[in-house]
């Protein structure tokens, strides 16, 4: 059974391939359920690992109904990939109605060739995923990353089981993997399991100090951009 770790890092990466992992999908910024991470992060990892690198296509976190500015860089971002020689991409576009947005994500399977490609759990938003399934197969994706449209992959167990009967592609079970749970998804005949076995360390000593995060952009249903008349306001005030 394969296994793919969900790598925030560096040390992440490396810790993954001494652990036996299979290969990695490469991100940053988990607590959003991850985003594209940087050229440099990228070069890093693909200089010292040996095992397959698989990077995530998503400029932002939220909601996965792009705009023509957001594709244009996703598919940037998978030509740089490309340069770069990973192995392959993970990525998922869907129409305000919660469908595959089709046309879309065809133009991202065949700019990312002949690198592998998985439609991530954007997946488990999907309204009839049995036509989804069918859909993402005619377009050559080639993994599917799910937790079976449930909170957890293993609440969703039996959905990843039938969907595996019913495609060529990989079903690959993801979210709240553990060792724990891991067996189960072999059990039931899948082929592939997506985790990011997090422990947390480096920790600071931050009483006193005021919060960097910001609970206020930590939004599914909107995305956060500049407003104009809001920064003109800002320029006019100063200049």
């Avoid at 359920?33 to 998503?58: D, F």
């Avoid at 244009?72 to 192995?87: P, Q, R, S, T, W």
């Avoid at 189960?184 to 000593?205: D, M, P, Q, W």
Wanted: aromatic letters at 4%; a negative charge.
């Amino acid at each position: 059974m394969l296994v793919e770790v969900c790598a925030n890092s560096l040390e992440s990466a490396r810790n993954a391939e001494r652990a036996g992992a299979d290969r990695i999908e490469l991100c940053s910024e988990l607590g959003v359920g991850g985003i594209t991470p940087s050229a440099g992060l990228i070069q890093s990892v693909k200089r010292e690992l040996t095992i397959p690198i698989h990077i995530l296509i998503r400029p932002r976190g939220g909601h996965f109904t792009y705009s023509d500015a957001e594709f244009e860089v996703m598919k940037a971002d998978i030509l740089a990939c490309k340069a770069l020689g990973v192995h392959g991409v993970v990525s998922g576009i869907l129409m305000e109605d919660f469908s595959v947005d089709v046309e879309r994500t065809k133009e991202l399977v065949v700019l990312a060739k002949p690198m592998h490609f998985t439609f991530h759990r954007a997946f488990d938003w999907v309204a009839e995923p049995v036509e989804a399934i069918k859909q993402l197969e005619e377009l050559g994706v080639q993994t599917i990353l799910t937790s079976g449209a449930e909170p957890s992959a293993e609440k969703g167990i039996n959905n990843l089981g039938d969907w595996q009967e019913q495609t060529s592609m990989t079903i690959m079970a993801g979210g709240s993997v553990s060792p724990k749970n891991a067996s189960k998804f072999k059990e039931i005949g899948l082929r592939a399991i997506h985790c990011s076995g997090t422990s947390f360390g480096n920790r600071v000593a931050l009483e006193g100090k005021i919060t960097m995060n910001s609970a206020k952009h930590l939004v599914e249903d909107a995305v956060a951009v500049s407003d104009e008349e809001t920064i003109r306001s800002v320029v006019k005030a100063v200049k």
